[in-house]
């Protein structure tokens, strides 16, 4: 190895070790307002009621927040709201999968897709994840996602991860949410319940950042 790039592996290893430093000395922040809560009671003529799991769902979430809501229209229409967040304490994100808590629950699987939903907040479109899933006559239309920073919609947990240890490093936080939104439907109805479900979450992608939780 010549002198060159060794001075250089050892002012990068220098540099390394500087910040690793300076990131275990700060101050892990808290959650100081939640917010969450304040999103509307109604979203696009839909009037929500608010509802909760028993203790021993939450104690296995182990969320700072948990929003839990049935929003219904006058036609009797009725869309799931479910929202779990967590502080850069508690890691900022859920291992809650509906890929793995559906068939635990006695569900089939019949569909899962990435659909590209556009809001104003995100023009261009962002990824969110799709599930049909049936339980005898019963079927599921479901929509979910992962957010962190307010803003930064993510599709799986890996991009999640990703964008939680940028902000760690960047602004020492790195809190995220999970997002699930759908609607119990039977076969006739599939096309619609998917329709409401995007229109839904694609409102909802523009509502979240307003109401993102406060840590300091």
Same mark, same amino acid.
């Given at each position: 190895?010549?002198?060159?790039?060794?001075f250089?592996?050892l002012?990068?290893?220098?540099?390394?070790? +500087?910040?690793?430093?300076?990131?275990?000395?700060?101050?892990?922040?808290?959650?100081?307002?939640?917010?969450?809560?304040?999103?509307?009671?109604?979203?696009?003529?839909?009037?929500?009621?608010?509802d909760?799991?028993?203790?021993s769902?939450?104690?296995?979430?182990?969320?700072?927040?948990?929003?839990?809501?049935?929003?219904?229209?006058?036609?009797?229409?009725?869309?799931?709201l479910?929202?779990?967040y967590?502080?850069?304490?508690?890691? +900022?994100?859920?291992?809650?999968?509906?890929?793995?808590?559906?068939?635990?629950?006695?569900?089939?699987?019949?569909?899962?897709?990435k659909?590209?939903?556009?809001?104003? *907040?995100?023009?261009?479109g962002?990824?969110?994840?799709?599930?049909?899933?049936? #339980?005898?006559?019963?079927?599921?239309?479901?929509?979910?996602?992962?957010?962190?920073?307010?803003? #930064?919609?993510?599709?799986? +947990?890996?991009?999640?991860?990703?964008?939680?240890f940028?902000? #760690?490093?960047?602004?020492?936080?790195?809190?995220?949410? *999970?997002?699930?939104?759908?609607?119990?439907?039977?076969?006739?109805?599939?096309e619609?319940?998917?329709?409401?479900?995007k229109?839904?979450?694609?409102?909802?992608?523009?509502?979240l950042?307003?109401?993102?939780?406060?840590?300091?």
């Amino acid at each position: 190895m010549s002198k060159k790039s060794f001075f250089l592996s050892l002012t990068i290893l220098l540099i390394t070790i +500087g910040l690793v430093a300076l990131i275990a000395r700060r101050r892990e922040p808290v959650v100081v307002k939640t917010n969450l809560e304040n999103i509307p009671m109604k979203i696009q003529g839909y009037k929500a009621t608010e509802d909760f799991f028993p203790d021993s769902v939450y104690e296995v979430l182990n969320a700072d927040s948990n929003i839990y809501r049935h929003y219904r229209d006058e036609g009797g229409r009725k869309i799931d709201l479910y929202i779990g967040y967590y502080g850069t304490a508690k890691g +900022g994100r859920t291992w809650h999968m509906p890929k793995g808590c559906l068939p635990a629950g006695g569900w089939t699987i019949l569909k899962t897709q990435k659909v590209s939903v556009a809001s104003n *907040f995100h023009p261009k479109g962002v990824d969110l994840n799709y599930i049909l899933a049936r #339980k005898g006559e019963t079927l599921v239309c479901l929509y979910y996602w992962y957010q962190s920073a307010g803003k #930064k919609v993510l599709s799986t +947990g890996f991009e999640q991860n990703i964008e939680r240890f940028k902000g #760690k490093i960047l602004y020492n936080r790195n809190d995220g949410a *999970f997002i699930e939104v759908y609607t119990l439907t039977t076969e006739n109805g599939i096309e619609e319940g998917t329709l409401i479900t995007k229109n839904f979450a694609e409102k909802l992608l523009d509502l979240l950042p307003n109401y993102w939780p406060i840590e300091e």
